[in-house]
């Protein structure tokens, strides 16, 4: 059966369910369906399968098919959290891994590529990425991806700098009083570590990035929210 033709039946399932007051969400033939209990949800599978299948003559993979909580549901990428005044939506870990591990390939250390470049490569995936997200409504966990994000970046132009002497008249160059320059500008510390260091934190802030055209995912995320 064609994709289309069993779209325009599932149209029928929406029409059944709205019809039972049931509240549920649909992409395709992608559907969740949201009840109280384990034991409505359980009633639910089984009258949702017979509509499908007896009804409307489509299979159901049972594999995929589960009851879960609607904070371990996803769709679409999308998940679920409960706050006082009901349900919010989040990125769910699978979106977010698959994000982090896209974001440590653009900054590798062992890419050749320069910062400019770097950046409009990063830039443009973060406003693809955050322009799909946009709905997610956990503005502290961008603002806690950023600090990740900006020790990758501190990191990458820490062995930019390569020679202790560059290192050292760069530090000064960016505000770091002479002797902690030479200090840190000497060090044999792992890239990494440096990248967390307070001179660096120091040297490289937020507005360094910003000013260099970088995009972070909360500015991305505030951003969208006004448009």
Same mark, same amino acid.
């Given at each position: 059966?064609? %994709? ?6 599932? @149209?029928?399932? @929406?029409?059944?369910?709205? $019809?039972? $007051?049931?509240? +549920? ?22 009258? *949702?399968?017979?509509?499908?299948? #007896? ?13 879960? %909580?609607?904070?371990? =549901? ?5 998940? +679920? ?15 977010? #891994?698959? !994000?982090? @591990? ?12 320069? !910062? ?11 406003? $693809? ?11 502290? #966990?961008? =603002? ?19 020679? %202790? ?21 000497? *060090? ?9 260091? %307070? ?17 972070? +995912?909360?500015? =991305? ?7």
């Amino acid at each position: 059966m064609s %994709p289309l033709l069993s779209n325009i039946m599932l @149209d029928d399932f @929406d029409q059944e369910f709205w $019809g039972r $007051g049931h509240r +549920f969400v649909r992409y395709a033939d992608d559907i969740r369906v949201f009840v109280k209990s384990k034991r409505a949800a359980e009633r639910v599978l089984e009258q *949702s399968t017979k509509v499908l299948e #007896k009804n409307l003559k489509l299979r159901v993979n049972r594999q995929k098919s589960a009851i879960n %909580p609607a904070n371990v =549901a996803t769709l679409l990428g999308f998940g +679920f959290y409960f706050v006082r005044g009901g349900v919010k939506i989040r990125i769910a870990p699978k979106a977010l #891994k698959r !994000m982090k @591990d896209r974001i440590r390939e653009l900054t590798s250390r062992k890419r050749s590529i320069s !910062m400019a470049d770097r950046i409009q490569q990063l830039n443009r995936y973060v406003r $693809g990425w955050m322009g799909y997200f946009r709905l997610s409504q956990t503005p502290k #966990k961008f =603002a806690s991806l950023d600090k990740w994000f900006r020790r990758r970046m501190r990191q990458i132009r820490w062995k930019e700098w390569k020679l %202790p002497r560059t290192r050292v008249a760069n530090l000064r160059r960016l505000g770091i009083r002479p002797d902690l320059a030479y200090q840190w500008g000497n *060090s044999s510390r792992a890239y990494w570590r440096v990248a967390k260091s %307070p001179i660096l934190h120091r040297a490289l802030p937020a507005e360094y990035w910003a000013g260099n055209g970088l995009i972070f +995912f909360r500015a =991305a995320w505030d951003r969208l929210q006004t448009t």
